[in-house]
Each structure stands twice: as C-alpha cells, then as structure tokens.
C-alpha cells in the first residue's frame, strides 16, 4: 500500500520541474527571436518604408545597401532585381539575376526562379529572343506553367500563332482550357489567309475556330465574309444570322453585310425587314444608322425617317436623341432650326467624347473596334455597340 502511494506523489513531485523547465525553453527562444530581429539592418526596414510610399528608387538604394551589409543572400538579391525591372532598369536587373545565377549556392528550384526573372527582364528590356529561349527551357522544370503563360503572350505580340495555339493547349487544364483564346487565334490567321483569298485555307480555319470555341461569334462573321466573296451569298446570311445564337449583340457589326446579301440575291426588302426584327428584338443593337440608309435607298425620306423614329423611341439615348432630332429638323418652325441645329451640333461633339466601344475588363475606351485589348491584352472583351462612357 505505502508503494502505492509513493508512485503517486512522485509525479506530483516532479510538476514544479516540468514548468521550469518548460519556462526556461520558452524564455530560450524568445531571446533567439529578439537577437534574431536586432540583426536585421534598419535599411531593410527603409526600404519596405519606401515601398509603402512608393518610392522604388529610394526602396532600390536601401535594399542595395542591405545587400552590401549581408552577402550572398538569395532572397534579397531576387527582390532587388526585380525591384530593378520594375523601374525600368533592364541593365542593372539583368546584372543582378546573372551574377546571382552563377552562384554555388542557386540550385534546383532557387536556380528555376532566378533563370525565369532573368528571362522577364530580357523580355521588359526588349530582347525578346533571348526571353524566349529562356522560357522555353524552363518548360521541362517546375516553372512550366509561368514560362508557358509568358510565353503566349510573347506569340501574342509577335502574332505568331501557330505557336500561340501550341502554347495555349499546354496550358489548357480542367479548370482553364483556353479555348475561347485559341478560337481567337484561328479567326487571326483565318483573316490573314481571307485578305490574300486563300478562301479554302481561311475557311479550315473558321472550322477549327468554331470546334475549339462553338459560340466563336468573329468566326461566323469571317465565315460570312468568306461565303459573300465567294458568291455564295445564301451561306453568308446562314453565318451571319447564326450569330443571333451565340451573341446577338454582335448582329450590328455584321448589319449592312447582312444586307448585302440580301440585295445580291435581289432580295432586298426581305434584308430590311431582318434588320429592322434585329433592332426591335434587341434595342441595343446599333443598327439604326444601316435601316435608314438602306430604307431611304428602298422607300424614300418619308419612310425611312418614320422606321428611325420608330427605333429611335424604343431606346432613347443620346445616339437616338441626335439621330431624332436630324430626323426633325425639316419639320420645324424656321424660327427654331437655328437652334435646333445648334443644339445637334453641342450634341454631335458630346457623342465624339462620350459614345465609345469599352473593354469590360480594364474599361480602356476606343472609337474603333479590337478584337483583342491593346491595354490589357484581352480577347473580345469589347462591347460590340458603342456605349456612353
């Protein structure tokens, strides 16, 4: 019985151990951590600082300085550089990458990253051939994915897309296959081979553009341009009037082509009259300008202008309102012309400024029409009917 008692007391006994013990170790490691954080040179601390406020230059500078104190670490050396990209210091940021890539210590992964902002500062610095066969090595490692997105864009710029296409299906996964860009490259080269009437050639490409993406709205309005050229102007309205399937916002920018097919089988009338379904069906569409045109060519002023006005009151907008008021104007009081004319041309100059295509993505505004984003590098992201903006 006494044994008994002994094994209980003696872990009792021994709990004032434990805690100090436990206490000793913790008061260790925050003394480890204290030394640790007083190593570390207030220039680092600066230059974080800078960055905040946005003075890379000044950020560079303490960065560097650090640097100088502390040799040979990787990390900073990496940071600095790409700190000299970002600014536009190619020289210095190319140097620093390559004098950090030649290090004994930068292998496997650390040599991968560095090999991979070394070939984005030959790409900011303009040597697009030399990024290129960087990227290109980097496909068989572990930074595959980022070289081949860089990569695509590289083709992108330089149209090359065949090579676009390529890097585009190695990307393509699950969850992003690409399809919608890589239709977009087919309808690049398709308009490419159409411009030089290499019409057999230019329709394999629409095909393939409408396997990768079916609702690819740029290949049927390529397809339609193919059929018209050709004379075959019962497939162009087919290509063109299967847009209302996939987009219908894309039906204006295919309106007086629509048309033309219409009249080039002496069918005129029945092209009107799809037009004008289009712009009741979808107010949107910017088709009113066509409709008066082709309705003054079929049916005279006074028509046409009663079609306009009729459009025009379904979706009242400044567009509208201009296009209305011209519409008016050889109705009014000569007392009021004057000012009616007037106030269309205040009209006029407010729509040149306000009345623009717009990517939905990065909202860069355009008067003309990209089928890929200049600012953003997007594909169709445009709105296909000019907006107020």
């Known amino acids: 019985m006494d044994m008994d008692i002994w094994w209980l007391l003696v872990p009792i006994a021994l709990l004032p151990i434990f805690f100090a013990m436990g206490w000793f170790a913790a008061r260790v490691d925050m003394k480890t951590v204290l030394k640790q954080a007083k190593t570390i040179p207030s220039g680092f601390y600066n230059s974080l600082d800078a960055l905040v406020d946005k003075n890379t230059g000044k950020a560079a500078r303490n960065l560097a300085e650090v640097i100088d104190q502390q040799q040979g670490s990787y990390d900073l050396n990496l940071t600095l550089g790409k700190l000299y990209r970002q600014r536009g210091e190619n ?5 620093m990458h390559k004098t950090l890539l030649n290090s004994p210590d930068t292998v496997g992964e650390k040599h991968e990253r560095v090999l991979y902002e070394l070939g984005l500062n030959y790409q900011s610095a303009g ?21 081949n997105e860089v990569l695509l864009n590289i083709y992108q710029q330089d149209r090359d897309w065949e090579k676009a296409i390529a890097t585009a299906q190695l990307l393509s996964h699950d969850n992003q296959t690409y399809q919608f860009e890589i239709a977009q490259f087919y309808c690049e080269m398709a308009q490419a081979v159409l411009f030089q009437s290499h ?4 329709r394999e490409y629409v095909q393939a553009a409408l396997n990768a993406n079916p609702k690819c709205t740029r290949a049927n309005m390529i397809l339609g341009d193919i059929e018209q050229k050709q004379g075959n102007f019962g497939a162009a309205i087919a290509a063109y009037s299967a847009i209302e399937k ?29 037009l004008i379904g289009y712009a009741k069906t979808f107010p949107a569409l910017d088709l009113i300008n066509v409709i008066y ?22 979706k009242p907008d400044l567009n509208g309102m201009y296009r209305l008021l011209g519409l008016q104007m050889s109705d009014l009081n000569p007392q009021w012309k004057a000012d009616a004319d007037m106030m269309r041309g205040v009209m006029g100059r407010q729509l040149q400024k306000s009345w623009m295509f717009r990517c939905r993505n990065c909202h860069f505004k355009s008067q003309v029409y990209f089928w890929h984003c200049p600012a953003c590098n997007k594909w169709e992201t445009f709105t296909p009917n000019k907006i107020e903006v």
Request: charged fraction near 30%.
């Open 91 to 95: 020289d210095k940021a190319i140097a």
């Open 127 to 147: 040597l697009v051939d030399r990024a290129e066969q960087i990227f290109i090595e980097l496909q068989k490692g572990n930074m595959a994915k980022q070289a």
């Open 199 to 202: 019409f057999d050639e230019a």
């Open 246 to 274: 996939q987009n219908h916002a894309y039906l204006s920018m295919v309106g007086e082509r629509l048309y033309d097919a219409y009249d080039a089988m002496s069918k005129p009338e029945d092209g009107l009259n799809v």
């Open 293 to 314: 045109e082709k309705s003054l060519l079929l049916h005279g002023e006074e028509k046409a202008n009663q079609i306009a006005v009729e459009l025009v009151r379904l």
